[in-house]
Nanobody, 124 residues
Framework: QVQLVESGGGLVQAGGSLRLSCAAS????????MGWFRQGPGKEREFVAA????????SYADSVKGRFTISRDNAKNTVYLQMNSLKPEDTAVYYC?????????????????WGQGTQVTVSS
């Protein structure tokens, strides 16, 4: 089990950028991959991006491809989400999550541990 703490959210104008961070502590050696999800007002939680913990393998939702970049720093046990060209529809609470086996990166129920979330608001 790992504990996850997100940071870096805030208010930004459309077209702007933000970088979210997710600091992991605990049994990070067991982590298979880390993911970012988001939940907008009145919407279901949706997959954003994922990265393998020990290999340079990433996956993205179509809605963020070319705009968002997920990365990790294993020495710091931290995962990042660089968000560029932000749109009002990117407004949501963003969560990071940890999974301990391979499978469907987009499936939130396959992630065992979650952070508390960080709010991202994009104004038009």
């Amino acid at each position: 089990q790992v504990q996850l703490v997100e940071s870096g959210g805030g208010l930004v104008q459309a077209g702007g950028s933000l970088r979210l961070s997710c600091a992991a502590s605990g049994r990070t050696v067991s982590v298979y991959a880390m993911g970012w999800f988001r939940q907008g007002p009145g919407k279901e939680r949706e997959f954003v991006a994922a990265v393998r913990w020990s290999e340079p393998s990433t996956s993205y939702a179509d809605s963020v491809k070319g705009r968002f970049t997920i990365s990790r720093d294993n020495a710091k046990n931290t995962v990042y989400l660089q968000m560029n060209s932000l749109k009002p529809e990117d407004t949501a609470v963003y969560y990071c999550a940890a999974r301990y086996y391979s499978g469907r990166y987009y499936a939130s129920y396959e992630y065992a541990d979650w952070g508390q979330g960080t709010q991202v608001t994009v104004s038009s």
